[in-house]
């Protein structure tokens, strides 16, 4: 397995609703790697790498940092519960982490309020369908607080007086609105928070920097640098399926506020698709298979949340979704992950319009009153058989070649890899 990297500067993107295996995919690319970046989301986020049989399950840590060499920068866009941070590290063990791990002190601090409104947001949006279902991470009070200028940043845990202005600020806010909007009692104590703050700050301390300049250099001196997204397309905050969305923008465009890199500095834009389509939380999905075809597919594809354990939603691959993402993304690489869980299928379905009454429509609606009508035209294409044996592009079979190679004319895009398996070593580069 040989990857094409005659790329600096690349980015992975989920194109459809997040855990598409951009986790993978990363790690493939990672081999020869300087410097791996997450630019948005949080530990919303659940990434999953397998190497050598053993799965390693992360939230906040770019998935390239098991690449001993790769430098791991957490950078401004991202929104950090520094527990789950400090705990991560110490979970995945890896002895010169610390060394190489980048965190900027722009980056927003989650803290246990934003945790405790977004549970109790998403309970009361549930009441009238408009939760998006959200992981209960804190994601979205979080960056609500970015905007609205109220936001606790890295930098602050290391600065007592500043952290003491702002967090008694915040505290006193939320302890009203939690009480008084919400009906509950937070029964956490000021001090104890801003001690708790302060300790995760001196752990980290050596780690926080000002990301942007890393980066600036990394770029200056021709390191290969890899930006890892999280969720996907469809969850983007403006041009995902909104309010079922998550808090962030999720695309190219995120690469510029993210990480204070110009987006053009990317050489390569690679969309993650999954062979199939899967959600966690809700929302209407035309192509979504509420029969034993999505049951199987949920089971063979062990498609259950990372973060929150959540069996995910399964539907077939839908294009009219997939076209919405690579127009806002101009993907110029795709990787389509999990072709080995549809394997032994007499058919495979791919949604290519919306049926919305009498009419015919190929592009996703803003107007959720017409998404909700949208039927899914379907193409059909027969299933192909086991792929456990296939480690080259001429081990695969007609049928799946005739699969990837619609999508690849339906989107315009190469085809960079073809996940056939969970490890590492099942993938199949293709060059385009
Ligand atoms: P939040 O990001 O926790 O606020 O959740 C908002 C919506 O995005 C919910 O429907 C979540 O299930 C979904 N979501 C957030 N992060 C991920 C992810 O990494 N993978 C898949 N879905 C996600």
Redesign the pocket.
Known sequence: MKVDQIWQTAVVLGAQ???EGKGKVVDVLGESLDCAARFQ?GN???HTVVINGQTHKLNLLPSALFHPNCNIVLCNGMVIDPSVLIEEIERVGSSNLTHRLFISDRAHVILPFHIAK?KALDALGKKSQLA??????G??PVYADKMARLGIRMIDLLDEPILEQKLRFLFDLYTKELKYVFGLDFDLDFATLKAELLSYGSTLAPNIVDTTFLLRSALNSGQQILFEG???AM?DVDFGLYP????SNTGLAAIGTGTGLPPWKIDRVIGVIKAYLS?????YLPTELLDPVGNTIREYGQEY?T?TGRPRRIGWLDLVQLRHATALNGFTRLAITKLDILTWFKEIKVCVAYKVGSQIIDHFPAKLSTYHQCEPVYKTFPGWPDLSAALHANDLPDQLLKFVNFIKQELGVPIELLSVGADREQTIIVSP
């Open positions: 609703w997040g855990d989301g919303n986020a659940g977004d998006a279902g959200s992981t209960h991470r994601i979205g999280a969720q996907g969850l079922y969305s998550t808090s959600r966690v939380g809700d929302g949340g973060t």
